[in-house]
């Protein structure tokens, strides 16, 4: 049987990479889609050696895109956690880093069209019903990836692709604080359960024998860490309304500590069963709304910025992480209104990948 090619972009978004398609160059039903995604990233292999994985979370990740129908968005994009090892994919979540690298890859495959130096992309996550606006350099009416931004995580530099998360509390649970709690106390150690872009549930790294500044090697190496808080992070999203999430990503879990290194707040985010190499863009979101709300396990960990919007300067294992959050607080009560982040995306590749036909045999 012959194999069967689909159309593809490949980005940096963030610091995290993977393929863009168009939905339409995609099965419509998830079984097949699933099959066809495992397949692409070679997952099932720990280099995903027969696909264009990397052999990490943060590059098998895939991203699909499409015209949107909403009375907002340009585009809608749809999000997919591909594991590495055990061929399952995780529909749940949405990813920011990858949401980077969504406007430039809408004009590229011509979804929209770029207007003037700076193009507004307005964008729908379909995973999470969450809107955010990018602005993509577009001098001359092309997509500029050159430029003088930097982001921790990444070498070199690129453009910058400015992006304002919007409606992103409670996007996956429906609740800023899931358990109706500032505070939960599960297997002995104290959490926060919130969602803000990402559902997360977040300890102080104290409370689990860390000093929070650990390296990325030294916490991954620490087996008995992660069987301890995959255990809580079971119990916490049958707390926060997931059901039961022993094979999805989400909630992700998160640590914190006092800064070291210039920031508001030290923090290191798991994916869940690896340590993040930096921090995730919808993590950042989550773990900056914790930073700024008092209850929380933050408490005593920051001197808190009560000027809003605030600037939280999120210190993780390869540098720093700036979020500027426009929120309320009004007798200690937060409201979470809008998160803006700067990263930048880079076009690596574009064409054909090929997966067996027996996986599927295109569209009819």
Same mark, same amino acid.
């Given at each position: 049987?012959?194999q069967?090619?689909?159309?593809y972009f490949f980005?940096?978004? +963030?610091?995290s990479?993977?393929?863009f398609?168009n ?5 419509a039903?998830?079984d ?6 495992t397949s692409t990233?070679?997952?099932?292999h720990?280099?995903n ?9 943060v590059t098998t990740?895939?991203?699909m895109?499409s015209?949107?129908n909403h009375?907002w ?7 997919a956690?591909?594991s590495v090892?055990d061929q399952l994919?995780?529909y749940k979540?949405?990813?920011?880093n ?7 890859a809408?004009?590229?495959m ?8 700076i193009t507004?992309?307005k964008?729908r996550a379909l995973?999470?019903?969450a809107?955010v606006?990018a602005r993509v350099?577009t001098?001359?009416g092309l997509?500029?990836y050159d430029?003088e931004?930097?982001?921790?995580g990444?070498p +070199?530099?690129?453009?910058p692709i400015?992006?304002?998360?919007i409606?992103?509390?409670g ?5 800023f604080?899931p358990?109706?709690?500032c505070?939960?106390?599960i297997d002995g150690?104290?959490v926060?359960?919130?969602d803000?872009?990402?559902p ?5 790294a104290s409370s689990?024998?860390l000093? +929070?500044?650990e390296t990325r090697e030294?916490l991954?190496?620490?087996?008995? *860490?992660?069987a301890?808080?995959?255990?809580i992070?079971?119990k916490?999203?049958?707390?926060m309304g997931l ?5 999805s990503?989400i909630?992700?879990?998160g ?20 340590t993040h ?9 989550c773990l900056?709304?914790?930073?700024l709300?008092?209850g929380?396990?933050t408490?005593g960990?920051l ?9 939280v300067?999120l210190?993780?294992?390869?540098g *720093?992480m ?7 607080l009004?007798?200690?009560q937060?409201?979470h209104?809008?998160a ?7 076009? *690596?590749?574009s064409?054909?990948l090929?997966i067996?036909?027996s996986v599927?045999?295109?569209p009819?």
């Amino acid at each position: 049987m012959q194999q069967t090619s689909i159309p593809y972009f490949f980005f940096r978004g +963030g610091s995290s990479r993977g393929p863009f398609f168009n939905r339409a160059d995609l099965p419509a039903d998830l079984d097949t889609l699933t099959q066809v995604l495992t397949s692409t990233i070679g997952s099932g292999h720990p280099l995903n050696i027969d696909g264009i994985g990397g052999g990490n979370a943060v590059t098998t990740k895939v991203a699909m895109l499409s015209r949107s129908n909403h009375e907002w968005a340009d585009i809608d994009y749809f999000f997919a956690q591909i594991s590495v090892l055990d061929q399952l994919v995780d529909y749940k979540p949405t990813c920011g880093n990858m949401m980077t690298a969504v406007g430039p890859a809408a004009i590229e495959m011509g979804l929209i069209g770029a207007s003037g130096d700076i193009t507004e992309v307005k964008i729908r996550a379909l995973n999470t019903g969450a809107r955010v606006r990018a602005r993509v350099q577009t001098p001359n009416g092309l997509v500029s990836y050159d430029g003088e931004e930097e982001i921790d995580g990444v070498p +070199g530099t690129a453009a910058p692709i400015e992006l304002n998360f919007i409606d992103v509390a409670g996007s996956s649970t429906g609740k800023f604080l899931p358990t109706g709690n500032c505070r939960d106390r599960i297997d002995g150690i104290e959490v926060t359960c919130m969602d803000v872009a990402m559902p997360m549930v977040i300890a102080t790294a104290s409370s689990l024998g860390l000093s +929070g500044h650990e390296t990325r090697e030294e916490l991954d190496e620490n087996r008995a *860490l992660f069987a301890r808080i995959e255990a809580i992070r079971l119990k916490a999203g049958l707390l926060m309304g997931l059901g039961d999430c022993c094979k999805s990503v989400i909630p992700k879990f998160g640590i914190v500590a006092p800064a070291g290194s210039g920031g508001t707040l030290c923090t290191r985010y798991f994916m869940p069963w690896t340590t993040h190499p930096t921090l995730a863009v919808t993590g950042s979101q989550c773990l900056s709304a914790c930073a700024l709300t008092p209850g929380t396990v933050t408490d005593g960990l920051l001197t808190r910025p009560t000027q809003t919007p605030a600037i939280v300067s999120l210190e993780h294992p390869m540098g *720093l992480m700036d979020v500027i959050v426009d929120f309320d607080l009004t007798d200690s009560q937060f409201t979470h209104k809008s998160a803006g982040v700067v990263r930048t995306a880079r076009k *690596l590749a574009s064409g054909e990948l090929f997966i067996p036909g027996s996986v599927w045999a295109g569209p009819n």
